[in-house]
């Protein structure tokens, strides 16, 4: 069975730095697509960052140039960087693993949440 478990969440003034990771239990196919969301209070969740097929980064246009996902296949861990935190993007985020994010529900783990709090 697979889990999934975010951690490196917190309060953090504007303009610093958080990095989240993803702890993932549990056999997934290395080519699966791995997605960091995000949902702040009374918003749609969004999609903040992509590494399709374990590879190709894409991000929100609000967050390239200051997020970067990446994966550690000898950790099983998957992670955020996030630099110049602004009070919006204070939010709950997600990781998230699936086989294709074209095919939801498919080999398809959520975690839990670790909550981003961006506030002087």
């Known amino acids: 069975q697979v889990q999934l478990v975010e951690s490196g969440g917190g309060l953090v003034q504007p303009g610093g730095s958080l990095r989240l990771s993803c702890s993932v239990s549990?056999?997934?196919?290395?080519?699966?697509?791995m997605i960091w969301y995000r949902q702040a209070p009374g918003k749609e969740r969004q999609l903040v960052a992509v590494?399709?097929?374990?590879?190709?980064?894409n991000y929100l246009d609000s967050v390239k140039g200051r997020f970067t996902i990446s994966r550690d296949n000898t950790k099983n861990t998957i992670y955020l960087q996030m630099n110049s935190l602004q009070p919006e993007d204070t939010a709950v985020y997600y990781c998230?693993?699936?086989?294709?994010?074209?095919?939801?529900?498919?080999?398809?783990?959520w975690g839990q949440g670790t909550q981003v709090t961006v506030s002087s």
């Open positions: 549990g056999s997934i196919w290395s080519d699966s697509d």
């Open positions: 590494l399709f097929s374990g590879v190709t980064e």
């Open positions: 998230r693993v699936v086989a294709s994010i074209l095919v939801p529900g498919k080999s398809d783990y």
